[in-house]
């Protein structure tokens, strides 16, 4: 008796542990780089909040 099977292929993978996320998907700042606090599907020009800082006061002075 030998029969030969056909492996059913139902198994699923098992899910990796939800584990090291690493940084939220934040967007850049496009002038430093830095991790911004507004997604990364924000559109147009993401500032850090320092650079959004420095930006208001070099508009605010007018140079
Ligand atoms: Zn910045």
């Known amino acids: 008796m ?4 056909c ?3 139902g198994q699923t993978a098992p899910e990796p542990p939800a584990g090291t996320a690493a940084c ?3 967007a850049e ?3 430093c780089r830095e991790p911004t606090e507004y997604p990364e599907s924000t559109k ?8 959004a800082w420095q ?5 605010a002075c007018g140079g």
Do not use: I, M, S
């Open 55 to 59: 930006e208001a006061g070099r508009t």
């Open 44 to 51: 147009g020009a993401t500032l850090c909040p320092v650079c």
């Open 29 to 31: 700042c496009v002038l």
């Open 2 to 5: 030998d029969d030969t099977y």
């Open 24 to 26: 939220p998907p934040y």
């Open 7 to 9: 492996e059913t292929p």
